[in-house]
């Protein structure tokens, strides 16, 4: 029992430490006030994409990068849409699980969600189109 309760401390330490860092930081209450991204997810995001909003040249760059933008194979008649196995998943995780998140603060973000899954599109594929949002 001691093990854990030294080990929930050094989680609020450390959580603790992380929040006033990333308060620190210019852009932390732009990332703050998006619905479902905190201040774990809003740093792990932020520690990926980085500070330089002109890094990317074209507007689609980040979303492949992250691997949320769909491939789509098109020859002839035949149209297929897959999910991009390159990418950076330590990018890709949080951008999903923050979509995962805002479903249940973001009446928009259920929309989209509720929108995509009427459609046929399976749970996954409907996150990966929010988390592109």
């Not at 098109?74 to 890709?92: Q, Y």
Request: glycine share 10%; hydrophobic share 40%.
């Amino acid at each position: 029992m001691g093990v854990l309760t030294g080990l929930s401390a050094q989680i609020d330490s450390l959580h603790a430490t992380l929040g006033r860092q990333f308060a620190q930081h210019p852009d932390a209450e732009i990332l703050g006030s998006l619905p479902g991204l905190g201040i774990v997810l809003g740093a792990r995001v932020l520690g990926q994409f980085g500070d330089d909003p002109n890094r990317d040249a074209a507007a689609k760059a980040p979303k492949n990068y992250a691997g949320t933008a769909p491939i789509t194979r098109a020859s002839g008649k035949r149209r297929t849409v897959l999910a991009r196995l390159v990418r950076n998943r330590r990018l890709a995780d949080p951008l999903v699980r923050w979509a995962l998140c805002s479903l249940t603060c973001s009446p928009g973000a259920r929309a989209c969600y509720d929108h995509h899954r009427a459609r046929g599109a399976t749970h996954h594929q409907a996150l990966r189109t929010l988390a592109n949002r």
